[in-house]
C-alpha cells in the first residue's frame, strides 16, 4: 500500500538509523494519544513535549546535519526527509511547521562559507535546536527586493535596524538566518541574529495557533564580521536557493494530513447508517472517497517522484526547478480538493473537536498560501513552457534515488539565473508508454494545448493577461504532474484499473482549465477552437471504478486508528 499507515509501518530501509527516527516519530505520537493530541491543538500551547523528543533522540541532528558537518550519522537525505515531513503532517501541521522553518533557517547557514557559524549550527543541532528563516516583512511580504532590513556601519562592524514578520520559530530558535541591505547600497546580505541578545525583540505571535510565527524588530543589533553568513547576489542566491529546497516540503506536510483525515473519514462513513443503508451506499459518497483516494495517491507519487529529480540535480541539470514549485503549487491545492470530496462525504462530522479531521480541514488551507502562492509558482513555471513542449532534451534514465547519501548539490545549487535555457525529457514517451484509455485521451488533450502554443501563442497583450497565463499555466502543470506521475506508477507499480481511474480525474481537471482558457476576455478565436477540442470526458468503466472501490478505498475502513 503506498500510504502511509503507521499502525503497519514496515516500509524497507536502506540504514538502520533511518528507521529508527520513522519509528521514533510515530512511536511519540501513538504515545501521546489523539486526546492529548487535539487538547493541545485547540489549547495553542507551545509543543515542548515534541522538541524535547527530537532532543532525546537527535532526530534533527540526524535529519538536517549534512554529512560532513556531522560529528555522527547526520545527513541531508531528501528521499528520508520526505517521509519524516509525512509523518509529521500525518500528525499535525504544527510539528511539521517547526520542522519545516528550521530547513529553512538552516539553509543559508550550510551554503555559507563561514566555518564558525556552520560548526555551532551543528553543534546546536546536537543541542535539540530549532531554527528561523528571517525573510518575510510586514510591509513587503518575501518581496526581497524591498526589504526595510538595514545594517548601518559602527566600528569594525554594522547595526542592524528592522522588522522581521512571519517568522516562524523566532522565539526559540538558537539562530535566524536574517535577510537584509546594506545602508545606501543595493548590496544585500544573511547574517546570524541571536535571539537571546538584548536588542532583538520580540513584539508578538502574529497567529493564534501552537505555532510562533513571530514578528520581531532588531534595533541598533550588533552584527559583526564573523555573524555574516553571505552578501551581494550570493545572499540573493541563498534566500531564493534555500526556498527551492524548504518549500518542497510542504506538499508532504499536505500528503500526511489527507492520509490521515481519509482514514478517518472512510471509517466514519462505512460505518454510519442513514435510510438504512451505511453512508457509502450512496453513489455520489462514493464517488467521492474514490475521488479523494486518486487524487492522494497521484500527490504521492508525483512528490516522490520530484525527490528523484532533486536527489540527481546538477548544474547541467536543473529539471527540479520546475517539479520543485509543482510540489508546492499542484500537490497542495490537490491536497485542498481531498479534504473538500472527505468533507463533502462525512459533513458535520468533520467540524467535531475529537477529530482530527477538524484540524486538518483548517490547516490544509495554509499550504498553498506558503513559500509563494500558487499564482506565484504559476508564473515561475510558466517560463519553463516553450522548452518543456518545443525542445525536448536526451538524458539518462532516472532511477528511484532512495540510497542512503547525502544530498550535496542543494546547498551548491548556484546562480538562480538562467531559467529560460533548462530544458527537459520528452513528455511524450510517458504517455506512450501506457495501456490505460484515460491516458490516451490526456495525450490528445495535452497534444491540442500544444497546438495551440504553436500554432496561436500569447500575443504580446496577452502576456500581460495574469488571468490567461495562470489559466495556461494551470494545464500546464497539469501536463508535468501526470509526466512524473506516470514514470512513478512504473516504478511503484500501480495497477492498471487504479492509473486509469487517476486519470479520470486528470481528464475532467484538464476540460475544466481548458473551458477557464477559453473564456478569458483576451482569448482568440484560434484559442478557443483549441480549447474546445480539449474538452472531453474521460473514458467510463463501472467494472474497474467498483475495483478501485473495493480492493482500494473500502478496505481502508479500520486500517488505521490512532491511538486514544
Not at 105 to 114: D, R, V
Request: hydrophobic share 40%; net charge negative; charged share 25%.
Amino acid at each position: 500500500m503506498i500510504l502511509l499507515n503507521p499502525k503497519h509501518h514496515d516500509r524497507p530501509y536502506r540504514d538502520e538509523r533511518s528507521a529508527e527516527v520513522m519509528g521514533q516519530t510515530i512511536e511519540f505520537f501513538e504515545r501521546k494519544g489523539k486526546t492529548r493530541l487535539l487538547a493541545d491543538y485547540y489549547d495553542r500551547g507551545w509543543y515542548a513535549d515534541f522538541l524535547e523528543h527530537v532532543r532525546e533522540h537527535r532526530l534533527f541532528a540526524t535529519l538536517c546535519t549534512p554529512e560532513g558537518e556531522s560529528a555522527g550519522d547526520g545527513r541531508w537525505d531528501t528521499w528520508r526527509n520526505c517521509e519524516f515531513a509525512e509523518i509529521l503532517g500525518f500528525y499535525g501541521l504544527q510539528y511539521w511547521y517547526t520542522w519545516q522553518v528550521s530547513v529553512l533557517g538552516l539553509g543559508p547557514i550550510w551554503m555559507s562559507g563561514n566555518d564558525v557559524l556552520r560548526k555551532q549550527a551543528a553543534q546546536a543541532l546536537e543541542d535539540g535546536s530549532i531554527f528561523a528563516f528571517g525573510l518575510s516583512e510586514k510591509s513587503h511580504g518575501a518581496d526581497i527586493y524591498s526589504t526595510d532590513m538595514v545594517l548601518t556601519p559602527d566600528g569594525d562592524g554594522w547595526r542592524a535596524n528592522g522588522r522581521k514578520y512571519y517568522i516562524g520559530n523566532g522565539n526559540e530558535a538558537a539562530v535566524v538566518s536574517t535577510f537584509g541591505r546594506f545602508e545606501g547600497s543595493d548590496e544585500y546580505v544573511f547574517f546570524a541574529a541571536n535571539p537571546r541578545h538584548d536588542d532583538y525583540h520580540l513584539v508578538q505571535n502574529v497567529v493564534a495557533s501552537q505555532n510562533y510565527v513571530s514578528e520581531f524588530e532588531l534595533k541598533d543589533y550588533p552584527v559583526r564580521a564573523e555573524d555574516i553568513l553571505h552578501r551581494g547576489r550570493d545572499a540573493w542566491n541563498a534566500a531564493l536557493n534555500t526556498v527551492n529546497i524548504g518549500k518542497y516540503n510542504l506538499g508532504w506536510a499536505s500528503i500526511g494530513m489527507c492520509t490521515h483525515a481519509l482514514y478517518e473519514a472512510i471509517a466514519h462513513a462505512n460505518n454510519r447508517v442513514l435510510y438504512g443503508n451505511p453512508v457509502t451506499d450512496f453513489t455520489h459518497v462514493r464517488r467521492m472517497f474514490v475521488d479523494g483516494y486518486s487524487r492522494l495517491v497521484a500527490m504521492k507519487l508525483f512528490a516522490l517522484r520530484a525527490a528523484d529529480y532533486m536527489r540527481v540535480a546538477t548544474a547541467e541539470d536543473r529539471r527540479y526547478l520546475l517539479y520543485n514549485p509543482m510540489v508546492k503549487m499542484k500537490v497542495t491545492t490537490q491536497g485542498e480538493d481531498v479534504i473538500n470530496l472527505l468533507w463533502d462525504a462525512i459533513a458535520a462530522k468533520g467540524f467535531e473537536k475529537d477529530m482530527y479531521f477538524s484540524q486538518a480541514a483548517v490547516d490544509v488551507r495554509a499550504l498553498p498560501k506558503l513559500e509563494g502562492t500558487v499564482h506565484v509558482n504559476i508564473a515561475l513555471i510558466v517560463k519553463f513552457m516553450p522548452n518543456f513542449f518545443f525542445e525536448p532534451a536526451e538524458y539518462a534514465p532516472v532511477a528511484r534515488q532512495d540510497e542512503p547519501r547525502n544530498d550535496d548539490f542543494l546547498f551548491d545549487q548556484g546562480s538562480t539565473r538562467g531559467l529560460g535555457q533548462i530544458r527537459f525529457h520528452d513528455y511524450r514517451k510517458s504517455f506512450q508508454e501506457s495501456r490505460s484509455p484515460n491516458v490516451g485521451v490526456f495525450a490528445e488533450q495535452t497534444e491540442n494545448f500544444r497546438q495551440l502554443l504553436a500554432e496561436d501563442p500569447p500575443g504580446a497583450d496577452q502576456m500581460k493577461d495574469v488571468d490567461l497565463l495562470l489559466a495556461a499555466g494551470e494545464i500546464f502543470a497539469l501536463v508535468v504532474y501526470a509526466q512524473l506521475m506516470l514514470e512513478n506508477a512504473q516504478i511503484y507499480g500501480i495497477d492498471d484499473d487504479l492509473l486509469d481511474q487517476i486519470f479520470d480525474f486528470m481528464v475532467r481537471d484538464m476540460s475544466r482549465h481548458a473551458l477557464t482558457l477559453s473564456l478569458q476576455p483576451s482569448s482568440t478565436e484560434g484559442q478557443i477552437t483549441r480549447c474546445r477540442n480539449m474538452l472531453r470526458k474521460p473514458v467510463e468503466d463501472t467494472a474497474r471504478y467498483d475495483r478501485v472501490w473495493e480492493d482500494a478505498v473500502l478496505v481502508l475502513d479500520g486500517a488505521y486508528q490512532m491511538n486514544p
